[in-house]
């Protein structure tokens, strides 16, 4: 996989789940390049919530939590 995809939709949730959570932060569904209709919800990263937009290039960024890595995305500087 590319780690490249565009975000289909998106929601700006203002709810903190837990004590350590920043708000606001972007949950976004992001459609994977290699083949439409793959996506993968998932946070965007590194970008103001109101700077995310419908069709915005992002490429994927790990965060470890522990022992797992999270899949996340961060707008493409290379694509748009």
């Given at each position: 996989?590319?780690?490249?995809?565009?975000?289909?939709?998106y929601t700006i949730n203002?709810?903190?789940?837990?004590?350590?959570?920043?708000?606001?932060?972007?949950?976004?569904?992001?459609?994977?390049?290699?083949?439409?209709?793959?996506?993968?919800?998932?946070?965007?990263?590194?970008?103001?919530?109101?700077?995310?937009?419908?069709?915005?290039?992002?490429?994927?960024?790990?965060?470890?939590?522990?022992?797992?890595?999270?899949?996340?995305?961060?707008?493409?500087?290379?694509?748009?």
């Open positions: 996989m590319s780690g490249r995809g565009v975000v289909s939709t203002h709810q903190k789940w837990e004590p350590d959570l920043e708000t606001p932060y972007t949950i976004a569904i992001v459609t994977l390049e290699e083949q439409a209709g793959l996506n993968l919800t998932t946070n965007i990263v590194n970008c103001a919530p109101e700077n995310v937009w419908i069709g915005m290039p992002v490429s994927v960024v790990f965060e470890q939590v522990e022992d797992v890595w999270l899949p996340l995305f961060a707008p493409s500087p290379a694509r748009g």
